[in-house]
Structures are given as C-alpha cells and as structure tokens.
C-alpha cells in the first residue's frame, strides 16, 4: 500500500530480551488501523486464553508513517 498513512507495530523480545517493534501491516486511515487491530487482540485473546486483554493490546501501537521512531 504506497499510500500508507499509519502502520500497526507489535513489540517482541528478541534472543538478548530486548523489545523489537515488527511493522504488521500498513492502513490508509488510523481508524481502519484501530479497528484492525481491536480484531487482532480480541483473536489473540480467544485464541490464547489470555484474560487481560490490555496487556495484549500492549504489545502493539499504531504509529503514523515517518514518525516510526518517535
């Protein structure tokens, strides 16, 4: 998507135990990426059994392209 405005990181560990962000995917509209990812955590929580949905949801942040560093 050339046209990306905001794009969906997930932070994981790396072998050394440092947090790595991983770009997901790439969204037009930062609400198409809100609602995107919603779906994400609710599948990685039915999926998972995890039962505190926002530590999950913290592991994840949508950031708007260019400012990836920030």
Do not use: C
């Amino acid at each position: 998507m050339e046209d990306a405005k905001y794009i969906v990181f997930i932070s994981i560990k790396n072998d050394q135990g440092v947090l790595q962000d991983h770009p997901l995917r790439p969204f037009q509209l930062e609400v198409e990426a809100e609602w995107w990812l919603a779906g994400y955590v609710d599948a990685i929580v039915n999926h998972t059994g995890e039962t505190d949905i926002n530590e999950v949801k913290g592991m994840f942040r949508i950031t708007e392209v260019g400012k990836e560093t920030e």
